[in-house]
């Protein structure tokens, strides 16, 4: 069973930083693309940052500078490194993990962004 399972969310202050990882099975993990979307309240859930399987990374504008996506493929896991987090960027964060193949979602892990 494909399994992603992320982690480091939580509560910060505004201009503090956090890093989330994202846990992916073996068997799908070098073949995915990885991404990072995130919902919040009321929002429709945004693509945030997306790293291929390659290593081409691309991002939202408005974290742009700020962000930072990268993954491990020895330890089957991306990484969201956040800095100068703002209030604006509080939300569910979730991982995917798409091909051509398949498309599957983590269970979402909460970042809050305190004043």
């Known amino acids: 069973q494909v399994q992603l399972v992320e982690s480091g969310g939580g509560l910060v202050q505004a201009g503090g930083s956090l890093t989330l990882s994202c846990a992916a099975s073996?068997?799908?993990?070098?073949?995915?693309?990885m991404n990072w979307y995130r919902q919040a309240p009321g929002r429709r859930r945004e693509l945030v940052a997306g790293?291929?399987?390659?290593?081409?990374?691309d991002y939202a504008d408005s974290v742009k500078g700020r962000f930072t996506i990268s993954r491990d493929n020895a330890k089957n896991t991306v990484y969201l490194q956040m800095n100068s987090l703002k209030p604006e960027d509080t939300a569910v964060y979730y991982c995917?993990?798409?091909?051509?193949?398949?498309?599957?979602w983590g269970q979402g892990t909460q970042v809050t962004v305190s004043l």
């Open positions: 995917h993990a798409g091909s051509s193949r398949w498309d599957y």
């Open positions: 073996e068997s799908i993990f070098s073949a995915s693309a």
């Open positions: 790293i291929t399987s390659g290593g081409i990374t």
